[in-house]
């Protein structure tokens, strides 16, 4: 089939989530990060990342094309992990390009997907697309408990430790402004932990945000850090 999201009906995003093909990348993703002792990198993390996009964009009045697009761009985002963490953004828009075109996409609505995909860790890029600081807004700031994989604390690294820390995770959006509030244990990772080791996030979602016209502010334990 060929068709356009022109009149709101966003079935490019409910195509890819149900597609067998892309549910077995995704959970491969998932296990090489489980394999290498990261972070939950599977089903749970797309459908966040996509559904706080949709959410964003909502709220800027995106049209339902572009939400629909970015959506389904931030269900892929990581499906190259399902090859290697390395450059996962590149080969994640090779394999994308060859699912979507298989489930014939047309060619203009690919492209704009997989350049988003491909976008998604270049912290230059975030000022040239509002849609894919969207994206990055949404995957840099899914910090939670709920994605430590590991259940024996002597296993942690230091990364384990931050996003455990984690048991709550608040981002509010705004017209003007997005806020991003956290609680953290600090008797599991302190707030300068915290800082060392997701500064470059912080960055990212400063970036975005300038480039959607908007604040970036951050609480830790409702206290503002930015």
């Known amino acids: 089939f060929l068709w356009r999201c022109d009149v709101g009906y966003m079935n490019h995003y409910d195509t890819v989530t149900t597609n067998n093909d892309v549910l077995i990348y995704i959970s491969q993703a998932d296990k ?3 394999a290498l002792g990261y972070t939950e990198q599977g ?4 459908k966040y990342t996509s559904e706080l996009v949709e959410k964003i964009l909502s709220t800027l009045n995106s049209s339902a094309k572009e939400i629909d697009l970015s959506k389904t761009a931030s269900f892929l985002h990581d499906i190259g992990c399902s090859v290697a963490y390395k450059d ?3 080969s994640g828009a090779i394999i994308s ?3 979507l075109s298989k489930l014939n996409f047309v060619k203009e609505d690919i492209f704009k997907i997989i350049s988003l995909i491909s976008a998604h860790e270049d912290p230059e890029f975030i000022t040239v697309s509002e849609l894919v600081s969207a994206m990055v807004l949404a995957d840099k700031t899914d910090v939670l408990r709920e994605r430590v994989k590991k259940k024996d604390f002597k296993l942690f690294d230091k990364h384990d430790y931050v996003h455990y820390a984690v048991t709550k995770n608040v981002l509010d959006i705004y017209k003007d402004k997005i806020i991003l509030e956290l609680t953290i244990d600090t008797k599991i990772c302190s707030v300068l932990e915290y800082f060392e080791i997701f500064m470059s996030r912080i960055d990212f979602c400063r970036k975005a945000c300038a480039k959607l016209g908007l604040s970036f502010n951050f609480y830790i334990n409702e206290v503002k850090y930015l």
């Open 88 to 90: 996962h953004e590149q």
């Open 43 to 46: 089903l749970r993390h797309a």
């Open 32 to 34: 090489n990060f489980a």
């Open 97 to 99: 390009y060859k699912i």
